[in-house]
């Protein structure tokens, strides 16, 4: 039997992944109890909201009210794609940041209009700074596996990538199987390289359940000795630029996983799904991933 660790965090991303592609506008009072709920819940660390341009993400534009309004338990994340969004980021007290960056050129260019490389050029001095000012950065690097325009993406230009990021002194690379394709074997073989070559740096595994092979791949991702991971209450999400990306995997259903492989979370399964039951009205497609269901015809 492989090793296993006794604990693991999860980063709770659904505040942000997770609405950011919900076709009606969720309230912000509605999504500050959808947060504190997950906060009781015992989740320490969230991705709550992003500084996008409302024009091209109307469910982030209440994003300086969320993190005016939360309570900062624990690393609240929030995500940051260029220089406007990190100062407006930081003047609404914002202590935490996340950017990304898509290994895949064409992703990247579909996504936010640069290439990869141009992309990390203009990111490299505000990340540079942020670091003199101490702020927590993380790196989300999307399309790492495959890219729903290139294909599969070779693991030496996801590598290639993240060096950059740690070369600036990121503290965190959260590496995206965005569209779902990849395998437990292409998990274990890229976590295993990634972690060989960075083990300075939080390593943070990202996975969305297109081909529900999320949790395989989480296991394999623990084998490889990752013991952080991002997943959305209620399996909520998708990626507005990805085609074909469905919900990231459900935090429930990894929380369960977890605790029943006797790895700690610090997570309460039954408060997690009643924060879901919050969200859940307001959200457009029904909930149905497996312990949310569970819990459900039990109450």
């Known amino acids: 039997m ?16 997770g609405l950011q592609n919900e076709e009606k506008l969720v309230q912000t009072e509605d999504k500050l109890q959808f947060i504190r709920a997950l906060q009781k819940a015992g ?14 993400v109307p469910q982030m534009a209440d994003s300086k009210d969320i993190v005016a309004k939360v309570a900062k338990t624990g690393r609240q ?18 202590q935490s940041l996340a950017v990304f960056v ?13 290439t990869t490389q141009e992309s990390m050029a203009a990111l490299k001095p505000l990340v540079l700074d942020l670091k003199k000012q101490e702020i927590f950065v993380r790196a989300c690097i999307s399309t790492a596996f495959y890219c729903p325009f290139e294909g599969a993406i070779s693991p030496e230009a996801t ?4 060096r950059e990021f740690v070369d600036w002194g990121i503290d965190e690379l959260s590496v995206a199987d965005t569209i779902g394709m990849a395998s437990p074997k292409e ?16 390593m943070t595994a990202h996975f969305h359940d297109t081909r529900k092979m999320a949790l395989a791949n989480i296991v394999s991702a623990l084998q ?40 700690q979370t610090g997570i309460d399964l039954d408060l997690l799904c009643a924060a879901i039951e919050k969200i859940e009205p307001h ?16 109450s």
């Not at 998990?187 to 939080?202: A, E, G, M, R, W």
Request: hydrophobic share 40%; charged share 15%; net charge neutral.
């Open 283 to 298: 959200v457009t497609n029904p909930i149905t991933t497996g312990m949310y269901t569970l819990y459900k015809n039990r």
């Open 224 to 263: 490889a000795g990752v013991i952080r991971f991002d997943a959305s209450a209620g399996g909520l999400g998708g990626c507005p630029f990805a085609p074909g990306a469905t919900g990231n995997v459900a935090t429930e259903d990894v929380v369960n996983m977890l605790h029943r492989m006797n790895i």
């Open 77 to 94: 994340f929030v995500l940051t794609p260029n220089e406007r969004g990190i100062n407006a980021a930081l003047e609404s007290g914002a």
């Open 159 to 162: 590598i290639d990538l993240c």
């Open 43 to 56: 989740i320490q660390e969230i991705e709550l909201t992003s500084f996008v341009s409302p024009k091209w």
């Open 187 to 202: 998990s274990y073989d890229l976590f295993t390289k990634l972690i060989n070559k960075f083990p300075q740096v939080l």
């Open 2 to 17: 492989f090793s296993l660790p006794k604990n693991a965090t999860i980063i709770e991303v659904g505040p942000r992944d």
């Open 102 to 114: 898509g290994v895949s050129n064409t992703f990247n260019q579909k996504n936010i209009n640069k």
